[in-house]
């Protein structure tokens, strides 16, 4: 009997924790990051801008609120260099006639007093926007824009919206275009300071993306070109008080279409940007999977991460490609992933 | 199709028979632990509002385009652990009718397949030196025009055919050129499905039992050569009809100027941004001179009935083919419910 009561007891106290757990859930968990919604913290994962080869990307913002916010935004510019000849930018080992490529960092920000509801702003990386974005070029990186109150400082809720378009400026104009949408972060408005915690103040980051892809080398069906598949992945949290690039450890389970599961992992800092032969040489292979395509979901040990993927095809001198978001399969428990602003001037 | 469900299922016989046992003793369990889940900790509730990025029980592909300068590649994976069917319809809607072909999908754990709208996809076979061939159980047929326009829309169901609320679906669509000179990539817009209903073949986009339809979309974009293709969220599979939309346009550009146009959809539409005839101005086109700015943003909203909307980049070489694709931004939820019906189960639930 005091057996009984002791289950009854404890099951009750488990509903009501239970029950309380639900309501604190209900009432503190934001929407997820999404590329198809507006937020008060807006990330591009992957921007470039080069001269060789000749790669563009046009940066569109805009402000789906009803009233006017002020931004910070922080361009982080992760171009490397050879470890050999320090004058030639890499990204990746493959790309330096000898040696390592060293991955770079450099931060650069930039503040926009007032940004009315309504609007968009619309620039290409290398020209900047008068007035508002610097020029930025020889860049390989990504950018971030917070809302912010009129003191330009301080984080506020906001509904803003981002895309991009990267493009080959040797092309006709209009062509050779990969777009994707921004990840927007919904804020819940109750942040004052100079952290933004993602995940309590801030939409949490995706636990586990899922890139759908065609194989490395794939002959794509339609046009004969040879696939491939460029991924970039951008950690949530940057620290932009220390100025140093945030350490992940991203691992790939590859599933073929016959539902054959390979893994593989890989370590960077902030940014990677990779075509998937470069995160291992066979495994994303056509030729190895025995497959046209495959799924491949993507967990981070450390701090979770946003992707974007470029699919390329390549016929000879035709080539075109095309780019998008990844979806996403639950949230990140990962505790202190937060984007950490500069102090005050 | 009408009564197509009963053709898919004897289709797949030998095939469905093996896996509707494993099937059902595989998701006994796990839909348990969905609903007791969900009603603990609200984590699988309906998100109530269209996605891209998460798990959807609809996926809706507004563009696919087949034709002799360009065909579209469709993946769609599986983001669960055990097997997943879903029911597909190709369609082709204007005058306020819809013509369909319809077809299932089998996707085992977390498995994705990816085929070409025009030519379908046969029976695969994986040769394995040593190890018994790996057998691809999936028929996929072709769309049934040379020259299609229309939509590819999927619903999740059980092994019997009836719907499913498992959220366990995610696509993308890729256009390419034939000469391989243009490609562009979208995602499947989803809509989530609550685990704690039960399902019908009559789906309710009311935020209870589905998720409604955004209120509005959005797109920023360049001032030339803008598209959108638009689609209801209504479907009625079963009677293939469709509904008559409003569709309004307002353009703002870097200036905060404001156009507006509106048209009428009674199917599946593409809409170039320069064919809409701005009201009450004296252009007669939303071409890039009448907004005035290289940049605008355009919100898209509707009267009548929710829509699903793609934005295309129509580019300046060729405007053929599409050069990018976007999936727009996704706002509020409409004041009124949609519907997605489908073909009836014929034989009822086994």
């Known amino acids: 009997m005091t057996i009984r009561r002791r289950r009854t007891a404890g099951r009750r106290l488990l509903i009501a924790v239970l029950c309380l757990a639900q309501l604190a859930f209900a009432d503190t968990t934001l929407a997820q990051p999404a590329g198809d919604r507006s937020g008060a913290l807006v990330v591009f994962p992957f921007l470039v801008s080069l001269s060789v080869p000749a790669l563009e990307t046009r940066v569109f913002l805009a402000n789906a609120g009803t009233s006017s916010v002020s931004l910070h935004c922080f361009f982080e510019n992760l171009v490397g260099s050879c470890e050999i000849d320090p004058g030639q930018a890499c990204a990746a080992d493959s790309e330096c006639s000898a040696g390592r490529c060293i991955q770079g960092y450099a931060e650069n920000n930039f503040q926009v007093s007032s940004f009315p509801a309504g609007q968009v702003l619309a620039w290409a990386v290398a020209s900047g926007l008068s007035g508002i974005a610097p020029p930025v070029s020889e860049f390989i990186g990504m950018l971030r824009c917070v809302a912010v109150g009129p003191d330009l ?20 104009t209009g062509s050779g275009i990969a777009s994707y949408n921004a990840y927007t972060f919904a804020s819940n408005g109750g942040n004052s300071d100079s952290v933004l915690e993602i995940g309590s103040e801030y939409s949490a980051c995706p636990a586990t993306n899922v890139l759908e892809h065609s194989f490395q080398g794939a002959n794509d069906p339609i046009s004969g070109a040879s ?39 890989k370590r960077f800092f902030s940014q990677l940007v990779a075509d998937l032969s470069s995160i291992h040489p066979t495994l994303f292979q056509a030729a190895t999977q025995g497959s046209l395509a495959g799924q491949t979901l993507i967990r981070s040990v450390g701090d979770p991460v946003l992707g974007v993927a470029v699919e390329a095809a390549q016929d000879g001198v035709a080539f075109s490609v095309a780019a998008h978001e990844l979806p996403y399969i639950g949230i990140s428990s990962q505790p202190n992933v937060a984007v950490v602003l500069p102090p005050a001037n | 199709m009408v009564g197509a469900w009963v053709h898919e299922q004897d289709r797949w016989d030998n095939v469905a028979s093996f896996f509707e046992l494993a099937e059902r003793r595989r998701q006994a369990v796990p839909m348990r632990c ?26 809706s592909f507004p563009r696919m385009v087949s034709g002799a300068d360009v065909d579209t590649m469709v993946q769609i994976g599986n983001l669960s652990n055990f097997t997943v069917h879903a029911h597909c319809f190709y369609s082709t809607a204007a005058n306020n009718q819809r013509t369909t072909s319809d077809f299932e999908l089998v996707l085992l754990s977390q498995q994705s397949l990816r085929w070409q709208v025009s030519a379908g996809r046969a029976y695969d076979v994986m040769l394995q030196a ?19 326009h229309g939509e590819l829309m999927c619903v999740e169901v059980d092994a019997s055919g009836y719907p499913f609320n498992g959220n366990h679906l995610t696509g993308m669509a890729t256009l390419r050129s034939s000469d391989g000179s243009e490609s562009a990539t979208y995602l499947a817009i989803g809509l989530s499905g609550n685990p704690e209903l039960p399902p019908s073949p009559a789906l309710p986009l009311d935020g209870e039992a589905y998720d409604t339809c955004p209120d509005t979309w959005v797109l920023s974009h360049r001032a030339a050569g803008t598209a959108f293709t638009i689609v209801p969220c209504a479907h009625d599979f079963e009677n293939n009809t469709v509904p008559t939309i409003d569709v309004q346009f307002s353009v703002t550009n870097r200036n905060l100027e404001t156009l507006t146009a509106s048209t009428t959809l009674s199917g599946w539409a593409e809409v170039p941004l320069v064919d809409l005839d701005p009201d009450g101005e004296d252009h007669a086109s939303m071409d890039a001179v009448a907004i005035g700015t290289d940049y605008a943003r355009t919100t898209i909203s509707s009267v009548g009935g929710g829509i699903l909307v793609v934005g295309q980049d129509l580019g300046t070489s060729s405007g053929t083919v599409d050069t990018a694709l976007n999936n ?9 419910s949609d519907a997605i019906l489908l073909p009836p189960l014929v034989g009822g639930l086994p």
């Not at chain 1, 598949?229 to 991203?250: H, N």
């Not at chain 2, 057998?135 to 072709?142: G, K, N, Q, R, T």
């Not at chain 2, 727009?328 to 009124?336: F, H, K, P």
């Open chain 2, 328 to 336: 727009l931004v996704a706002n509020g939820t409409r004041a009124d």
């Open chain 2, 34 to 59: 969905v609903v007791v889940m969900s009603v603990l900790f609200g984590a699988v509730a309906v998100q109530a509002q269209s996605s891209v990025h998460a798990g959807a029980t609809i996926l």
């Open chain 1, 227 to 265: 696939l491939s598949t460029t991924l970039v992945l951008a950690t949530c949290s940057a620290d932009y008080q220390i100025q140093a690039p945030v350490e992940t450890l991203a691992h790939f389970t590859v599933i073929n279409e016959f539902a054959q599961r390979t893994g593989t992992s």
């Open chain 2, 130 to 148: 040593g190890d018994p061939p790996l057998v691809l159980p999936v028929v996929i047929p072709p769309v049934v025009s040379s020259d299609f």
């Open chain 1, 153 to 172: 400082q301080t984080p506020v809720a906001a509904q803003l919206e981002g895309r991009t378009e990267i493009y080959n400026t040797n092309a006709p």
